[in-house]
């Protein structure tokens, strides 16, 4: 009798800490390295590479600099899209969001 409480309140223990640890990994995000470019498809799947010093240079000719926070959701069948966050609204929860 005294096992079977040990083993449900080890069960219990279990689940709620690998519901915390779901929490965590939810937001995390990582940083570009520096010359790190991200190519995002549409059907949501994403590549990235690093570039030599000519590409690099070539392909900075044609970017221009974020002026704000982007956003990117995924509907459930994959296809990706980009939330326009021009509002301050917008602009605060997508801050919020990347802390």
Do not use: N, R, W
Not at 73 to 95: F, L, N, P, V, W
């Amino acid at each position: 009798m005294h096992s079977i409480k040990l083993v449900a309140m080890a069960g219990l223990a279990s689940l709620f800490a690998s519901q915390a640890f779901a929490e965590d990994t939810m937001g995390t995000m990582t940083m570009m390295k520096g010359g790190q470019v991200t190519a995002i498809m549409p059907d949501g799947h994403m590549g990235t590479m690093m570039p030599d010093a000519k590409t690099s240079a070539e392909m900075m000719k044609m970017a221009k600099p974020m002026k704000h926070c982007m956003m990117m959701i995924t509907d459930a069948k994959g296809k990706a899209y980009m939330i326009d966050t021009s509002t301050k609204k917008a602009q605060a929860e997508c801050e919020k969001m990347a802390m």
